[in-house]
């Protein structure tokens, strides 16, 4: 195999565990608020065991990291916002951010991330409740990494914290199987970011919980243009990687997309887009740190790459 072939499996291999924010047992912080019927399945410890012994250094760093997320959430003037995190390196497919959550303020004014994770020892995807620092340090390059949030509305806020915290529907949402790739308008599979969707879909458009829960918040979401850009693939040998990796699938993604090796999946940025439209007045914030600083980048624009200021961004030295 050529060494071309080789670092286009390594860069789907990251893909498939970036996208997994997922494909983990929750962090610290984390607490179970439901299940899937998901039957269990073993997984190479590859995929599952991938939490970061952190330094003290490192520790210190990621907590001031979320301390500067936890402000920017307080001056947020509804009780929801979307958050999203940054995983590997997946500049490859252009993709800075891989898994997103629901942020919500409670009564204490305490803000939390509701999210789904794939529970490994379980073999299932289940509903997880964490507190922002775990969210901020569940991170896999604890040098660098970026945060974005999405401060949604009042009004708007009011609509989906509801729905949100309806923990029955929430985890009636959850499909059976997971996949890290999942096709944003298949049932078989999905993955978090999917969920996510479908649950905004469910509390815009008021459907009440049944059997058929997930096609009708799809069908909803079609109707509303939601269109995730596709992953442009580029390689056939990254077009059999699902077929020798757990967490990937292909078979329900339409035949014309694999035939383009242009998959239509649900992530952060496709999310962002979409709550753009519908809610013009939502405001940006990205969040990123490195080794020496932290920067808060506000607006729509993304921040530059390597953390590294801009004009009018705020700087927090970490020295």
Do not use: K
């Not at 490859?92 to 951010?97: A, E, H, N, P, Q």
């Not at 905004?200 to 096609?215: I, N, P, S, Y």
């Not at 757990?246 to 035939?259: I, M, S």
């Not at 239509?264 to 990205?286: D, H, I, T």
């Amino acid at each position: 195999m050529s060494w071309r072939r080789t670092l286009a499996l390594a860069a789907l291999a990251a893909l498939a565990g970036a996208l997994a924010g997922a494909a983990q047992t929750a962090r610290a912080g984390a607490v179970a608020a439901g299940v899937s019927n998901g039957s269990p399945s073993a997984l190479p410890s590859r995929f599952c065991d991938r939490t970061l012994e952190l330094s003290a250094t490192e520790q210190d760093r990621l907590l001031r990291f979320a301390a500067v997320v936890r402000e920017e959430l307080a001056a947020t003037g509804g009780a929801v916002a979307l958050i999203s995190r940054s995983g590997l390196d997946l500049s490859r497919f252009g993709i800075r951010y891989s898994h997103a959550a629901l942020a919500w303020r409670g009564d204490d004014g305490i803000w939390a991330a509701r999210q789904l994770y794939y529970a490994c020892e379980e073999g299932r995807p289940r509903i997880f409740d964490q507190g922002l620092a775990g969210f901020a340090m569940g991170t896999d390059d604890p040098a660098l990494g970026y945060i974005s949030l999405l401060r949604i509305p009042a009004e708007a806020a009011a609509t989906i914290r509801p729905t949100l915290l309806d923990t029955p529907r929430v985890v009636h949402l959850l499909a059976a199987q997971y996949s890290a790739n999942a096709y944003a308008y298949g049932l078989a599979y999905q993955n978090c970011n999917q969920w996510l969707i479908e649950l905004l879909a469910t509390a815009w458009a008021g459907l009440e919980d049944g059997a058929d829960l997930r096609a009708r918040a799809q069908h909803w979401l079609q109707g509303q243009g939601y269109a995730p850009d596709p992953v442009e693939v580029g390689s056939r040998w990254l077009m059999l990687l699902p077929y020798f990796m757990p967490l990937l699938n292909v078979d329900d993604h339409p035949q014309p997309d694999r035939a383009a090796m242009a998959l239509r999946v649900s992530l952060p940025a496709a999310l962002e887009s979409f709550l753009r439209q519908r809610l013009p007045g939502s405001e940006r914030v990205e969040i990123c740190h490195d080794e020496r600083q932290i920067v808060v980048h506000r607006g729509w624009d993304a921040i530059a790459q390597a953390c590294r200021p801009g004009e009018g961004d705020r700087v927090v030295p970490l020295d």
